[in-house]
């Protein structure tokens, strides 16, 4: 048998913090906030790419804001509960022997998926919210794959530990054990505090690890892609908007600004889990469509270069029908800044950000 180098033993092995009790803990708490970053995952992609019979409503209007906020500020404050995971159960990693049966092996093999999946899960989606792609892929794509790879594994997991959950957390940790688990706890708390206010204004000065503060930004409201970034100029006096298929009309910004103008207020919910919210001014879309087949499909098509990946946006009947949804022409009483999508942007209730596109120059109705 090959002898463990001593300084492991030292280090790694004495920790009396480590227990049963600590680990079954964290492992329920990972439980809960790997399933409500799964159900709030499932929703957002839902609302992005829903299956043709999938008309999802246009209200409560703050319902994507929060759920969205629950799966970024969630998945955050997840982090440190995982890695006081993974270090009280680290030591597992050197048992003696590795593999003792064919089930055994099989087991951890999915804690091995498990582990590595939660740590791609968790690290690649804090750099995406933090706006830092060191990688190829397209991040929505494999942070949607691996979920499902993560939640099954999980299951297994808890299936093959819950004897250890049931046996472990009716007994009172030591106070040492439970010092631990409470710092824990307190620095995943610590982490909603300093990044919610990106999403909960009330709480915007406290928010200094979010990337995003809703306060900044030109008109008081953040931005994630710039109109250089987009290729975009400021539109000039030849500009128009477009309706196209089943209704038609052309107009220009003055003309645009002549049709009955309303105010709503409505947040920008970004899914990367900033939100702002602001008072919108415009044309409502329905006036703008009215005429269209009660299930007809509106389409908002941005004059952003073709390459860009958020240039269209398509609005079922429950979105283009409420009257909360307008094309924007102003916010919070100011001429839309070109940052913001002037002329014209889209603004409907109960969206994620990616879905309110900006420099609309075409709506086609089919
Ligand atoms: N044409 C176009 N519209 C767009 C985008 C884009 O890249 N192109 N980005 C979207 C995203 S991801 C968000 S969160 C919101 C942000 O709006 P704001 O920059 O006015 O805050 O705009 C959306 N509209
Ligand atoms: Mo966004």
Redesign the pocket.
Known sequence: MVRKPALMEKVAFTSTLRSEGVAARLGVLLGISFTVALVTGLFSHFLQHPPPWLNWPSRPVWLYRVTQGVHVIGGLATIPLLLAKLWTVYPKLWQWPPLRSAAHAAERAFVLLLVAGSLFQLFTGLLNVAYTYPWSFFFTTAHYWTAFIVYGALIIHVATEWSKVRRSVPVPLEPDRRRFLLTAGAASGLTVLLTVGETFTPLKRLAVLAPRNPGIGPQGLPV?RTAEEAGVGPAGAEYRLVVDGTVRAEYSYEELLRLPQHTVELP?S???GWSASAHWTGVRMRDLVAGAAPDAVVTVESSERPSGA?RVSELRPPHWNDPLTLLALRVNGETLHLEHGYPARLIAPNR???MQTKWVKRVTVS
């Open positions: 994630n920008i970004c899914v990367e958020y994620p950000g990616v």
